[in-house]
C-alpha cells in the first residue's frame, strides 16, 4: 500500500490551489448572493417549497459561526426531504467569522449512520472564537434547548465527537491563528447535557503547529479516536480510550505528504472512509479507507481511489453501509463511491452531483437518519442543497436550494 501512494504522489499534477485563494477570489459573488437572499426580510429558496409545522419528521441544523454570537439554525424537513427555515438558537459563545478547514464542528448523536446510540438527544457544537463547546437538548419537534457550555481545554475549537456519554474536542491552536499548541481534550456528559472535563483527557497531535488538523471522531465502538492532519507531514492521530474516557497517544499513522487527509466517517462495521485531498491538486481528489483494530494502528484496505476531481475534502457514508459521498470544493459538485463489506471503495460516479460551477465550494454535508436524503453547503453563497439519495443505485437527485446562512464564515451541519 505505501507503494501505491508513492505512485500515486509521483503522478501529481503540478499546478495547486488552496480553498484560501478560492474564497478571496469568489468572495464578491458570495456577498452578492447573501444581500440576494435578504431581499424583502425573507429566505430565498429555489426548487420544491414544503409547508411544514413544528411536528415535521425532521430537522437539519447548522452553525453560523458568527464572531458576534454563534448560532445554530434549524431547519424543518418535510416527509419529501425539503426544508423550511425553523428559527435559531443561540450556543452562548461566539464563532470564528471566517471559514474553517475542518469538518464535524457540529454534532448530533444518532446522526447518520446510527452507530452512536442515545438517538438524537444532544447537539454539541463549536464556539471557534471563544474557545468553548456547547451542547443543546434536542426536543422531537426539532427545537433546542441550551444545556452548557464549558471552555474547550484549548484554543479554537474546530471539530467535536460523542460517544458513551463521552465528548472529545479537537482544539486548532495556532494552525487556525489563535495562538496555542492544537490538541484534543475529553469531557463527560450528563443526562440533561451538563459537561465535566475529564482530568488528565488533554493529549497532543503529533505534527504539533503545522498540523493543519482537520477532524476529530470516534469510531463505533469508542474504543479509538482518530484525527486528521492535513499540514505537514500528513498524519492520521490515532488513541486509544480508556473505559473512564482517558485517551493515550496519540499514534502516528503516516502517509505520503501529498494525501492531505481531511474529512471522514466509519462504517457500520468500524471501519473508517477518509477523504484524501491531496493538497488541492487539480483533479487528484480522492478516499481512502482503513481497518482501525483496537490497537489504533491503522490497516489499509484501498486507495487512494481517484476521483479526477479537486479539492476532496468532506465525506458522508449511508445508513445501508452501500455508499459514500464526498464533496470536491474546487470543483463545485460531488463524487459517489460504491462501499463493499470489507471496506473497499469504488468509484461510483465522479460527478454525482453539481452544486455550482468551479469554486463554488461544497463543503460540510449530512445524511438525513435514514439516509433518504443528502444536504451539502455551499459556502460562497450561504446555501443548502437538498438531494433524494435512491437507495438501490446511490445517484443523487436535486431536490430544492435554501438559502439564509452567512457565506464563506458558517461551518456545521447535521440531520435527523
Known sequence: MTDEYARAANRALSQTYTRRAVLKGTLAAGAG??????????????????????????????????????????????SDGTLTPGGSFSTGGQGSGTFENTAGGLVLTGQSPDNVGFGNQYLFATNAGSNSISVFLVHPDGTLTLADTKPSG???????????????????????????????????????????PIPGSTRPVTGGAAAGVAQIGFNPNGQVLVVTERGEGTIIDTYTVANDGLATGPFANMLPSIMGPFGFAF??????LCCMNRGGTMGLGAASSFAVPDDGILVPISGPVNNMRSDTCWLVNTDNGKYAYVTNFQSGDLSSYRVEPDGTLILLNPIAAAVGPPESGPADQALSLNSQYLYVRVIS?????????????GSLKPLQTIGGLPPFAAIGIAAK
Open 33 to 78: 448572493a447573501l444581500a440576494a437572499s435578504a431581499v424583502g426580510g425573507g429566505v430565498f429558496t429555489q426548487g420544491v417549497e414544503a409547508s411544514v409545522s413544528a411536528s415535521s419528521p425532521g430537522a437539519v441544523y447548522a452553525m453560523t459561526n458568527e464572531a458576534t454570537g454563534n448560532r445554530i439554525m434549524v431547519f424543518n424537513r418535510a
Open 154 to 196: 484549548g484554543t479554537h475549537p474546530i471539530s467535536i465527537t460523542f460517544r458513551k456519554r463521552v465528548v472529545y474536542v479537537l482544539n486548532g491552536g495556532v494552525t487556525q491563528g489563535s495562538g496555542g499548541e492544537p490538541n484534543i481534550s475529553g469531557f463527560t456528559v450528563g443526562a440533561q447535557g451538563t459537561l465535566t
Open 267 to 272: 462504517t457500520q462495521q468500524g471501519q473508517l
Open 381 to 393: 453563497d450561504g446555501t443548502i442543497r437538498v438531494f433524494a439519495v435512491d437507495q438501490a443505485t
